[in-house]
């Protein structure tokens, strides 16, 4: 029977998603992609190697079938480069990569209105990655998104392209006071890569579909975390798309009954990149210690990540808006050397508590303090453990409490960054 697995961020991104792919696909026939865009940074280590893929799915060293469904916003330029540079290392693309014909097309106009967005915020700035994720997806519930498939026409894409430039552009001179975009020039670009890209350019459902009916395990990749997500995470601070499992479905045309498990990635504690709330940040040595041991820059953009305890008033609503059925816990080795260890396990203010992460406005979010549960630090190495039974008690207990804290059970934990570095207690695929 065909098993369909979804994996997502619970946190705000960056929990090791790229990592627990790559080692799971391996019991897979195909990887699909099916939210978000470039903006997300991915990071594989194999024997050593790091590899960061930002579009391709994380399951392109395995012989499976990688798959960018519709719901992904496309910068073909960023596609193109990440396949060169795979392709050096001996990756073959045909008959592996497929494109679906609906995704929306990032062109140079959304990552300038991106910039100018963020410019124009000022110190109330998102802190983007700016790719033009948001403007790309604005283009798409406007109606006015120009998708793959229309590269493949060239009359109607310089049709639609000239609608939406002369959009762009109006915006960019007129509200932000910057440069246009050279419409001719983003014309010829784009056209020109409409021969190497049309081979791999389908109906991606319908592949899919064929692809279940054949028996075959999917996986279903996620990008960014739960908790950025446009409906439910920390609005505004969020990205353009549903980050939540749910996506996956409207994501990829598959339905709701495909999907068998959802599989949510945690960090043993919480990293966050660009601006927006962070109830547990720790802006002591504490925070910094984290930073340096795990190498807490985004992988995309390079910019250091904000570091803080777990908290899992966040995380029981991540167990909610997923319906996460199985966690991963990530880079537990970081912890190593710490004495104490703390979750956070509730929020409060005056006579309010709440246990899961409340929809509230941000400044009253912001007057709520975590209340915290201390463990006793383990002070030796699990890096590279694969054995559950040789993890430290104290590393043990750790586990135990976020597994009975959020009523879901830990079926994975890494303890490094290579994909040698796993626990696995549960087989996803089996
Ligand atoms: P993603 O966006 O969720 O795929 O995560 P990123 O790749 O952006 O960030 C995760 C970082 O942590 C990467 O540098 C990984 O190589 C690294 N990593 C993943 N799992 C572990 C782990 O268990 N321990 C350590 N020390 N590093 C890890
Ligand atoms: P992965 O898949 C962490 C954050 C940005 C910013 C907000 C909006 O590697 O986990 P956007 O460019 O999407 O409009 O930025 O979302 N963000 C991420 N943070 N990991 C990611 O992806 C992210 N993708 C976007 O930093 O706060
Ligand atoms: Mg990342």
Same mark, same amino acid.
């Given at each position: 029977?065909?098993?369909?697995?979804?994996?997502?961020?619970?946190?705000?991104?960056?929990? =090791?998603?790229?990592?627990?792919?790559?080692?799971?696909?391996?019991?897979?026939?195909?990887?699909?992609?099916?939210?978000?865009?470039?903006?997300?940074?991915?990071?594989?280590?194999? *024997?050593?190697?790091?590899?960061?893929?930002?579009?391709?799915?994380?399951?392109?060293?395995? $012989?499976?079938?990688?798959?960018?469904?519709?719901?992904?916003?496309?910068?073909?330029?960023?596609?193109?480069?990440?396949?060169?540079?795979?392709?050096?290392?001996?990756?073959?693309?045909?008959?592996?990569?497929?494109?679906?014909?609906?995704?929306?097309?990032?062109?140079?106009?959304?990552?300038?209105?991106?910039?100018?967005?963020?410019?124009?915020?000022?110190? %109330?700035? #998102?802190?983007?990655?700016?790719?033009?994720?948001?403007?790309?997806?604005?283009?798409?519930?406007?109606?006015?998104?120009?998708?793959?498939?229309?590269?493949? *026409?060239?009359?109607?894409?310089?049709?639609?392209?000239?609608?939406?430039?002369?959009?762009?552009?109006? /915006?960019?001179?007129?509200?932000?006071?910057?440069?246009?975009?050279?419409?001719?020039?983003?014309?010829? %670009?784009?056209?020109?890569?409409?021969?190497?890209?049309?081979?791999?350019?389908?109906?991606?459902?319908?592949?899919? *579909?064929?692809?279940?009916?054949?028996?075959?395990?999917?996986?279903?990749?996620?990008? %960014? =975390?739960?908790?950025?997500?446009?409906?439910?995470?920390?609005?505004?601070?969020?990205?353009?798309?549903?980050?939540?499992?749910?996506?996956?479905?409207?994501?990829?045309?598959?339905?709701?009954?495909?999907?068998?498990?959802?599989?949510?990635?945690?960090?043993?504690?919480?990293?966050?990149?660009?601006?927006?709330?962070?109830?547990?940040?720790?802006?002591?040595?504490?925070?910094?210690?984290?930073?340096?041991?795990?190498?807490?820059?985004?992988?995309?953009? =390079?910019?250091?990540?904000?570091?803080?305890?777990?908290?899992?008033?966040?995380?029981?609503?991540?167990?909610?808006?997923?319906? #996460?059925?199985?966690?991963?816990?990530?880079?537990?080795?970081?912890?190593?050397?710490?004495?104490?260890?703390? #979750?956070?396990?509730?929020?409060?203010?005056?006579?309010?508590?709440?246990?899961?992460?409340?929809?509230?406005? /941000?400044?009253?979010?912001?007057? &709520?303090?975590?209340?915290?549960?201390?463990?006793?630090?383990?002070?030796?190495?699990?890096?590279?453990?694969?054995?559950?039974?040789?993890?430290?008690?104290?590393?043990?207990?750790?586990?135990?409490?976020? %597994?009975?804290?959020?009523?879901?059970?830990?079926?994975?934990?890494?303890?490094?960054?290579?994909?040698?570095?796993?626990?696995?207690? $549960?087989?996803? &695929?089996?």
């Amino acid at each position: 029977m065909s098993k369909s697995v979804i994996v997502v961020g619970a946190q705000w991104g960056d929990e =090791g998603k790229g990592k627990v792919i790559d080692l799971l696909t391996k019991n897979c026939d195909a990887v699909v992609r099916f939210q978000g865009g470039h903006n997300a940074g991915h990071t594989l280590v194999i *024997d050593g190697n790091k590899t960061v893929l930002h579009l391709i799915p994380s399951g392109i060293f395995n $012989d499976v079938d990688c798959i960018i469904a519709n719901g992904v916003v496309l910068h073909i330029p960023t596609l193109f480069e990440e396949i060169k540079s795979l392709e050096s290392k001996g990756i073959e693309f045909i008959n592996k990569l497929h494109l679906s014909s609906l995704c929306p097309l990032i062109l140079p106009s959304h990552i300038a209105l991106d910039e100018a967005r963020e410019n124009t915020l000022g110190n %109330q700035a #998102i802190g983007t990655t700016g790719r033009g994720i948001g403007p790309a997806y604005e283009d798409k519930v406007a109606r006015r998104a120009i998708h793959l498939m229309d590269l493949l *026409d060239e009359e109607l894409f310089k049709d639609k392209l000239n609608n939406l430039m002369n959009y762009h552009n109006f /915006l960019l001179t007129n509200l932000y006071k910057v440069n246009p975009i050279n419409e001719e020039e983003v014309a010829d %670009q784009w056209l020109s890569f409409a021969d190497t890209i049309e081979p791999y350019v389908k109906d991606t459902t319908q592949y899919l *579909d064929s692809l279940i009916k054949n028996d075959s395990n999917i996986l279903y990749e996620g990008a %960014q =975390g739960a908790l950025l997500d446009i409906d439910h995470g920390t609005y505004p601070f969020v990205t353009s798309s549903n980050t939540t499992a749910g996506a996956a479905s409207t994501g990829t045309g598959i339905g709701p009954r495909q999907f068998n498990s959802v599989l949510g990635i945690i960090k043993a504690y919480t990293t966050r990149v660009g601006s927006g709330p962070f109830p547990t940040e720790l802006n002591d040595n504490i925070g910094e210690h984290i930073a340096k041991v795990g190498v807490e820059f985004g992988a995309t953009t =390079g910019r250091p990540r904000r570091c803080g305890w777990f908290d899992a008033v966040a995380a029981r609503k991540s167990i909610i808006n997923n319906s #996460i059925s199985h966690l991963c816990i990530t880079k537990l080795d970081v912890l190593d050397d710490l004495d104490e260890i703390l #979750i956070a396990i509730e929020y409060e203010h005056e006579e309010e508590t709440y246990t899961t992460y409340p929809a509230v406005s /941000l400044s009253k979010l912001n007057k &709520f303090k975590p209340r915290y549960k201390r463990y006793k630090g383990w002070k030796q190495s699990t890096a590279g453990i694969t054995d559950f039974n040789k993890l430290p008690d104290e590393a043990k207990d750790y586990i135990s409490a976020i %597994q009975s804290m959020l009523h879901t059970k830990v079926s994975m934990i890494s303890t490094g960054p290579d994909r040698a570095d796993i626990i696995i207690m $549960d087989e996803l &695929f089996s």
